[in-house]
């Protein structure tokens, strides 16, 4: 009954159907989203003699080559899916069958003979993975919601974790907001044994590779490429059921489209999300790149109103406040992909891979700023005369870019570079948070020390995609396309996260990502004759929606009344005066505070929904 009662939380990732399997103390479900092997391929999984069994999310795009390798090695096959490959390769390997596998997956896998559970996360983080162990044992899932629903669970806040949300804007891995559950982190695995848990990296993504190994022409490496991302590609749309993609017009996701294009040899279905505020709609380009591959294009257009109906659903999806706003597009854009197919290819990743954010521009350029710019001509002129620019809206205005930029000079690396992505610094987490919740910026940084100690590379740019993977991809953009398609039973797949990709990027020397100050130069140049002149000149737009202009107009009565000075007083973590400064200085138009005030507004929703009233929800103060 428990076991039922936690996988319907989680229905909207398998509405298709459910499975259970329980022995003893040891209890297994989920839920069923049909893509491959639409008629034998029911879940959980089992091997030859039922003492091997698996429930799996994700997809497994080498099966077909494991399968062969299995059934020559005198395994008997009782589906087609990719599924049942897992559990035979782990009956050759053990453990180590992890190493074989390309593509998104969590999975937990029950071996009864030897009384071991493994839970294992895909080498990206595609697919989430959470578990509690209490006194009952261990509880895991795909959503937090799922393991919430265990009597044994508690409620209970992580200061740690909320004081990393203000600054990162999403919860990094291995915390979750709540203290007594945990993110496996993306390629690990843990083992529970004999009631112990034991978790260890499997792999790691080694771009010292890339500065250690033989120089080669720039012409191998785009043939390199060429050849292994269309073969990527076709692996990966590898289905039983209709595929498209997500097109925005920008480089990444019309590198994905255009080689779709070629590899389907027919028309494909791309998708595209519109605003009616000029500075954020790029319908445009989308439109370009469809009509120049000739994709069956489709168009879906955001207004405010959509919005606000939108947010309080997005809450329910949402069981960990994550304060990036294009969740809000993304989950229009899964919503509408839905009603037309049942998996899509998308570009996340591409940024990551092969560096394409606009942050490291501005670290290179940041360089010679602190070379050649005094700091008291810094001080004394250059940051006054820019914190007085005209306070712009538009999506990422000069005024916003010039004021971030100024603000990074002689911080760390690892700081200025959060500090540029995220929402509030420590300084002003001091005058936001009650004392209790507090934290030194020590304490808010050492998550991005730890990554920065693992990373093996020494260059910078390296150091920088390292952090990005590791963090704002796995923490921030991979959960918000996650939990928005998923809420619609839509399966996305991110081919710039393929295994073989990420290997090729590994070896690849990070000029040919980082070209001076043009980003993506190897897909830039990859593409050259594929795709229209004036789409491989673009730089980063983002997919971001106008909060500020609508917390300004169309979303302000429903903002005001959620950072109300009583309704933060009920949480108890706030300081309503600080939040009422903020909330006043942008209505003034005195400064563009979008990123703070929508970084509190969905802490605020996601408080209301899943911790408020609650007996066990009560914030503790957690040891450091």
């Known amino acids: ?19 259970f399997y329980t022995d003893g103390g040891v209890g297994l479900a989920m ?24 429930v799996f999310n ?6 077909p080559e494991l399968r062969d390798y299995l059934i020559a090695k005198g395994h008997t096959f009782r589906t087609k899916s990719d599924t049942e490959t897992i559990v035979h390769l782990y009956e050759e390997s053990g453990p180590d069958c992890i190493q074989k596998l390309n593509g998104m997956f969590a999975f ?59 600054t990162f804007e999403h919860v990094p891995s291995p915390m979750s907001i709540f203290a007594d559950i945990r993110k496996l982190p993306p390629g690990h695995m843990l083992v529970w044994h004999a009631g112990e848990a034991k978790a260890s990296r499997y792999w790691d993504w080694s ?55 070629e590899v389907a040899g027919g028309a494909v279905h791309s998708f ?103 700091s008291f001509l810094h001080s004394g002129v250059i940051r006054p005369i820019v914190k007085r620019l005209p306070v712009s809206f538009d999506n990422i205005s000069f005024d916003f870019k010039l004021k971030r930029f100024v603000s990074g000079r002689g911080l760390p690396i690892e700081v200025r570079h959060h500090q540029w992505l995220g ?56 959960p918000k396309v996650d939990r928005a398609s998923m809420a619609h039973s839509l399966e996305v797949r991110v081919p710039f996260l393929n295994e073989r990709v990420l290997s090729f990027a590994e070896r690849l ?18 593409s050259e004759g594929i795709l229209p002149d004036n789409i491989l000149a673009r730089g980063k737009k983002g997919f971001n929606m106008p909060v500020a202009r609508w917390l300004a107009t169309d979303l302000r009565k429903w903002a005001d009344e959620l950072l109300s000075p009583e309704r933060l007083s009920a949480g108890g973590f706030f300081e309503p005066d600080e939040v009422r400064r903020l909330w006043e200085l942008h209505q003034a138009h005195k400064m563009d505070a979008r990123k703070y005030l929508w970084t509190l507004l969905v802490f605020q929703m996601w408080w209301e929904k899943w911790a408020a009233g609650d007996a066990k929800a009560n914030p503790t103060r957690l040891p450091a």
């Open 272 to 374: 595209s999300v519109a605003f009616d505020d000029p500075s954020f709609d790029e319908r445009h380009y989308a439109r370009q790149v469809a009509n120049h591959l000739g994709t069956e294009h489709h168009e879906a257009v955001l207004t405010p109103q959509m919005v606000q109906d939108m947010i309080s659903k997005i809450v329910e999806w949402l069981d960990e406040p994550l304060a990036d706003s294009s969740i809000v597009p993304t989950t229009l854009l899964a919503q509408f992909v839905r009603q037309h197919v049942k998996v899509a290819l998308g570009g996340d990743g591409g940024d990551e891979v092969f560096a394409g954010y606009s942050t490291l521009q501005a670290h290179r350029l940041m360089h010679y700023y602190q070379a050649l710019v005094p």
């Open 108 to 166: 937990a896998l029950w071996d009864s003979k030897a009384q071991r559970l493994l839970l294992a996360r895909d080498r990206a983080g595609i697919k989430p993975l959470y578990y509690a162990i209490t006194r009952d044992g261990l509880i895991f899932g795909s959503e937090i919601k799922a393991i919430l629903e265990h009597p044994s669970v508690s409620r209970r806040i992580d200061p740690a974790a909320l004081d990393a949300y203000l």
């Open 1 to 19: 009954a428990l076991l039922e009662k936690m996988n319907a939380t989680i229905r909207h990732r398998g509405p298709d159907d459910d499975g």
């Open 509 to 526: 020397p990070h000029d040919m990502k980082l070209h001076g100050l043009t980003t993506k130069y190897l897909l830039r140049r990859a």
């Open 58 to 63: 994700g997809e497994i795009y080498n099966y």
């Open 31 to 54: 839920r069923r989203l049909s893509i491959i092997d639409l008629e034998t391929g029911r879940k959980p999984i089992s091997n030859e003699n039922s003492s091997i069994w698996i």
């Open 423 to 478: 929402s509030f610094t420590p300084e002003q987490k001091q005058r936001l948070l009650k004392p209790e919740f507090r934290r030194t910026a020590e304490q808010t940084y050492a998550v991005v020390r730890e990554h920065l100690a693992a990373c093996k590379a020494r260059e910078w740019p390296n150091k920088v995609l390292y952090l990005d993977f590791k963090m704002y991809m796995e923490g921030d953009i991979l």
């Open 207 to 261: 771009l010292e590779r890339g500065e250690n190994g033989t120089r080669k022409p720039e012409s191998e490496w785009l043939s390199e490429f060429n050849g292994l991302w269309r073969e990527v590609i076709r692996a990966e749309m590898i289905s039983d059921v209709p595929v498209g993609v997500l097109l925005s017009g920008g480089i990444d996701s019309s590198t994905v489209a255009a080689a779709m294009v």
